[in-house]
Every structure is written in structure tokens, then in C-alpha cells.
């Protein structure tokens, strides 16, 4: 079955250190693949998405994704954070059998 | 353009007592899904359907059912509430084809369970 794992549950920075979330699925056909972010009390909005192509990926606010095959991994950057940041981060994987699966997400606190 | 539309927002049900969530979406959608969000967990799939006319379990589907009514809507369905289904629920929709897979979500409906 397919499945992603986020393994940082909560991450702390302060403002303007780079940020790295990682993300790691397991699924061997052809992969697509998000990142969501939900800010405090609203709902999943997209940062960025890689179907195929540059395995570099650029979102809004200054996001960006690599997808790196051989690792299964699809990690979220952002080289600079802001207190406007803090937020939840999902990683998310759609399958071939029309399924968006999502993992249990990390929690990014930034302190101003 | 009202995207994903979700009812209610917030609902409290005693333990054994039945109710369905509603969603709507405007965007001509073919698939749509019900999530639920508890903390540490993430979003969970309850059920989806690819297109209309077909509905399939996800990873979570005990204690639910659904209906895909039409193009624009899919309900979702406790027959006999629980506390352990208290959570945050969230429906989804998406388009097919490459490129245009991600999902957009509704507003999410709390229901706690007593």
C-alpha cells in the first residue's frame, strides 16, 4: 500500500534560518506529489506540486521541493523562514488508484 | 467561485445518534474525497471516488458510508456516532488528468462526539 512519512513531527526555528521538512513515500509507479500547508484554524491550501520534469520545484512564498527518485524522498526548503511560516506542513502522494494520500505532517513553530 | 463547499462548519452529536455531512464542489471536479484530521495523525482517508457513480474505501472507513449524489456532491454518512469518530473532517476534490491532480479542500467540519 502506498504510504508517506513525514519524520519531523515538530520543528522549532527562529526567524531567517533555512527550513528543511523531510518527506519520504513508498510507492513504485509513477509518482505524484504535494506539499500542503495549514495555517493555524483553516483548511489544506497547495504550496507546490512535481508531476514530472525538473525534479526542482519552486511553490508560492517562497517554497521549494526536490524530488529525489532513488530516495523516494520529496523534501520542502524554504531558505529563509518567517514568523509568518508557522503553520502545519503535509506531504501528500496521489496513486494510480486515484487516491491523495496524505502523511501525518509537521508542525513548524517560528519563534520572531 | 465558491471552490469546496462543506456542511455544517461544527456539529456535537451524542454517542449512537446518526448524521450526514454534506459537500459541494463548483469546479467540475471528477474525484472527491472525505479526510479526517486528528493531531499527530494527519489526514486520513475515509473513502473517495474517482469519478461519478463509484466510491471506494480509503485507510479509515469503519463506521462510515458515503454517496456520490451527483458530479458536484458527496455525502458522507455516520450511522451510529462514536467518540472515537470525534475529528476534524475535510472534503476534497480533484481534477484527472496530469498535471491537474492536486486537491482543493473545503472549510472542515468539527464534530465532537459525546
Known amino acids: 500500500a502506498q504510504s508517506v512519512s513525514q519524520h519531523n513531527h515538530h520543528v522549532i526555528l527562529s526567524e531567517a534560518a533555512s527550513l528543511e521538512l523531510g518527506c519520504n513515500y513508498s510507492?513504485?509507479?509513477?509518482?505524484?506529489l504535494f506539499w500542503y500547508v495549514q495555517y493555524p484554524g483553516q483548511h489544506l491550501q497547495l504550496l507546490l506540486k512535481?508531476?514530472?520534469?525538473?525534479?526542482l520545484v519552486k511553490g508560492i512564498k517562497g517554497f521549494e521541493a526536490e524530488f529525489i527518485k532513488s530516495k523516494f524522498s520529496f523534501n520542502l526548503r524554504k531558505p529563509s523562514v518567517q514568523w509568518s511560516d508557522t503553520a502545519e506542513y503535509f506531504c501528500a502522494v496521489y496513486s494510480s488508484a486515484s487516491k491523495i494520500i496524505f502523511g501525518s505532517g509537521t508542525r513548524l513553530s517560528i519563534r520572531p | 467561485n465558491a471552490g469546496v463547499t462543506q456542511t455544517p462548519k461544527f456539529q456535537v452529536l451524542k454517542t449512537g445518534q446518526s448524521m450526514t455531512l454534506q459537500c459541494a464542489q463548483d469546479m467540475n471536479h471528477n474525484s472527491m474525497y472525505w479526510y479526517r484530521q486528528d493531531p499527530g495523525m494527519g489526514l486520513r482517508l475515509i473513502y473517495y471516488?474517482?469519478?461519478?457513480?463509484?466510491?471506494d474505501k480509503g485507510e479509515v472507513p469503519n463506521g462510515y458510508n458515503v454517496s456520490r449524489l451527483n458530479k458536484r456532491e458527496f455525502s458522507l454518512r455516520l450511522e451510529s456516532a462514536a467518540p472515537s469518530q470525534t475529528s476534524v473532517y475535510f472534503c476534497?476534490?480533484?481534477?484527472?488528468?496530469?498535471?491537474?491532480?492536486?486537491?482543493?479542500f473545503g472549510q472542515g467540519t468539527r464534530l465532537t462526539v459525546v
Open positions: 476534497a476534490s480533484s481534477e484527472a488528468g496530469t498535471g491537474k491532480l492536486e486537491a482543493f
Open positions: 510507492y513504485g509507479g509513477t509518482v505524484n
Open positions: 471516488s474517482a469519478s461519478e457513480g463509484t466510491t
Open positions: 512535481y508531476f514530472s520534469g525538473d525534479p
